[in-house]
């Protein structure tokens, strides 16, 4: 069968090894090609704003918010318009071109940075995952890719929020722009990816205080999950300023908004609390802590409490990893121990697309081990790289539950 397009980027990529005919979230392949070519002129931008920096010029935050955004747009399921993607690598190659004449060094510049755009859909043939051949590099390359997706994906939450931050820009962008580099190693980009790892925990840091510094520090709150009688709508997503919009709009129109997956956690919020319409097999010895949007699984079980304690306690979107990753981190303290990794907590990150990514990279920057990723093991890991990854860090997989729970020492 003729390969029309190629991604692996999500958990659920067909075969556990990658689309080829149409994506499996839908996406089609002439969107697929269009997304390749974005992340290409994108890592092209990223190079020229890294020889800015060098050369002391300073970029622009509208640049910053580009490349952010552009990401964005390419991980799964966020934005799968022929011509609005086609439009960003427009846009992208006209701020490309105007930066190219302030650079004064040209020569080690990528052939990504200089491209003119002459033929959008040839060029796209030629940039895809595939255009690696070595399947290690390219299968760090995709991680690294991936991880910075997720990243922006966050960074582009707080900028929303007013939240900057030039240190990380700069980095995502050198870092995006060296999965350019054909002069790095495997061994290059390995410690390139945990560095990844370690912005991504200032990335969920940023975004952390961005939240909190506009809808105050979340508290502990019962939602309710059922319905009412008004007309409703029902937001999903991470941009809690989106939210803040809509229940602005609909103030005292009778119209209540319902909160899916990843926005459930709003409620916890203060700031959200004074809109009236704005309407939630395991150890019994266990508390589950969550944050994304796998909660679904377990919210709505009547699993009781120990000791005064919820046996189920939601930190929030899958960006606030970071607080559990904080909750663990003080929990060591407390106890004296010398390694994370000595707590009785267990790591299971269901996955599915690029911001899991980046909240494992930060896990692992942070030290920990014996992490468990399901429902699959990524297709962009490769063989060697999988090892690596077992061998270093105790990465597994899922089985069953009972199995999985023997495996725990559960």
Same mark, same amino acid.
């Given at each position: 069968?003729?390969?029309?397009?190629?991604?692996?980027?999500?958990?659920?990529?067909?075969?556990?090894?990658?689309?080829? #005919?149409?994506?499996?979230?839908? !996406?089609? /392949?002439k969107?697929?090609?269009?997304?390749?070519?974005?992340?290409?002129?994108?890592?092209?931008l990223? #190079?020229?704003?890294?020889q @800015?920096?060098?050369?002391?010029?300073?970029?622009?935050?509208?640049?910053? $918010? &580009?490349?952010s955004?552009?990401?964005?747009?390419?991980?799964?399921?966020a934005?799968f318009?022929?011509?609005?993607?086609?439009?960003?690598?427009?846009?992208? @190659?006209?701020?490309?071109?105007?930066?190219?004449?302030?650079?004064?060094? %040209?020569?080690? @510049?990528?052939?990504?940075?200089?491209?003119?755009?002459s033929?959008?859909?040839?060029?796209?043939?030629?940039?895809?995952?595939?255009?690696?051949?070595?399947?290690?590099?390219?299968?760090?390359?995709?991680?690294?890719?991936y991880?910075?997706?997720?990243? #922006?994906?966050?960074? %582009?939450?707080?900028?929303?929020?007013?939240?900057? =931050?030039?240190? &990380?820009?700069?980095?995502?962008?050198?870092?995006?722009?060296?999965?350019?580099? +054909?002069?790095l190693?495997?061994?290059?980009?390995?410690?390139?990816t945990?560095?990844?790892?370690?912005?991504g925990?200032?990335?969920?840091? +940023?975004?952390?205080?961005?939240n909190?510094?506009a809808?105050?520090?979340?508290?502990?709150?019962?939602?309710?999950?059922?319905?009412? !009688?008004?007309?409703?709508?029902?937001?999903s997503?991470?941009?809690?300023? +989106?939210?803040?919009?809509?229940?602005?709009?609909? %103030?005292d129109?009778?119209? =209540?908004?319902?909160?899916?997956?990843?926005?459930? /956690?709003? $409620?916890?919020?203060?700031?959200?609390?004074?809109?009236?319409?704005?309407?939630? !097999?395991?150890?019994k010895?266990?508390?589950?802590?969550? #944050?994304?949007?796998?909660?679904? !699984?377990?919210?709505?079980?009547?699993?009781g409490?120990?000791?005064?304690?919820?046996?189920?306690?939601?930190?929030?979107?899958?960006?606030?990893?970071?607080?559990?990753a904080?909750?663990?981190?003080?929990?060591?303290?407390?106890?004296?121990?010398? =390694?994370?990794?000595?707590? /009785?907590?267990?790591?299971?990150?269901?996955?599915?697309?690029?911001?899991?990514?980046?909240v494992?990279?930060? @896990?692992?920057?942070?030290g920990? %081990?014996?992490?468990?990723?399901?429902?699959? &093991? /990524?297709?962009?890991?490769?063989p060697?790289l999988?090892?690596?990854l077992?061998?270093?860090?105790?990465i597994?997989?899922?089985?069953?539950?009972? =199995? +999985?729970?023997?495996?725990?020492?559960?």
């Amino acid at each position: 069968m003729e390969q029309k397009m190629f991604c692996y980027q999500c958990q659920e990529t067909a075969g556990c090894k990658g689309c080829t #005919a149409c994506g499996v979230c839908g !996406k089609q /392949p002439k969107v697929a090609a269009m997304q390749d070519l974005l992340v290409y002129v994108t890592k092209g931008l990223s #190079a020229l704003t890294t020889q @800015l920096r060098a050369e002391g010029q300073a970029v622009d935050k509208a640049v910053n $918010h &580009l490349i952010s955004v552009n990401l964005f747009i390419t991980i799964t399921n966020a934005n799968f318009d022929l011509d609005s993607i086609t439009a960003k690598v427009t846009e992208t @190659l006209a701020v490309k071109e105007e930066l190219l004449g302030q650079v004064q060094n %040209k020569e080690s @510049l990528p052939e990504a940075a200089l491209w003119n755009g002459s033929d959008y859909t040839e060029k796209a043939k030629t940039v895809g995952v595939l255009a690696t051949e070595n399947e290690d590099i390219r299968s760090l390359r995709e991680l690294i890719t991936y991880g910075l997706k997720g990243l #922006a994906a966050y960074t %582009k939450h707080a900028n929303a929020l007013l939240n900057d =931050d030039e240190e &990380l820009d700069a980095f995502l962008q050198s870092a995006l722009a060296k999965t350019l580099d +054909d002069r790095l190693s495997v061994d290059d980009l390995v410690d390139l990816t945990l560095e990844v790892g370690k912005y991504g925990v200032q990335g969920m840091a +940023d975004l952390d205080a961005a939240n909190t510094t506009a809808y105050g520090n979340p508290e502990i709150t019962t939602v309710d999950i059922g319905v009412r !009688k008004n007309p409703a709508i029902l937001i999903s997503g991470h941009d809690l300023k +989106d939210l803040e919009m809509l229940l602005e709009q609909t %103030k005292d129109t009778g119209v =209540d908004v319902y909160t899916h997956s990843e926005m459930l /956690p709003a $409620h916890y919020y203060p700031f959200f609390k004074k809109y009236p319409h704005f309407a939630e !097999k395991l150890p019994k010895d266990t508390v589950i802590l969550t #944050a994304g949007c796998a909660k679904y !699984k377990y919210n709505k079980l009547n699993l009781g409490g120990i000791g005064g304690i919820p046996r189920v306690l939601d930190a929030g979107q899958c960006n606030d990893s970071y607080s559990l990753a904080l909750i663990a981190l003080k929990l060591k303290k407390v106890f004296g121990l010398d =390694d994370v990794n000595d707590l /009785p907590i267990v790591y299971n990150i269901s996955w599915y697309e690029q911001k899991a990514v980046i909240v494992l990279l930060a @896990l692992l920057y942070l030290g920990v %081990k014996n992490i468990h990723l399901g429902p699959t &093991l /990524p297709a962009f890991l490769s063989p060697n790289l999988a090892k690596v990854l077992v061998d270093s860090f105790g990465i597994a997989g899922i089985t069953n539950v009972d =199995d +999985d729970m023997r495996i725990f020492g559960l």
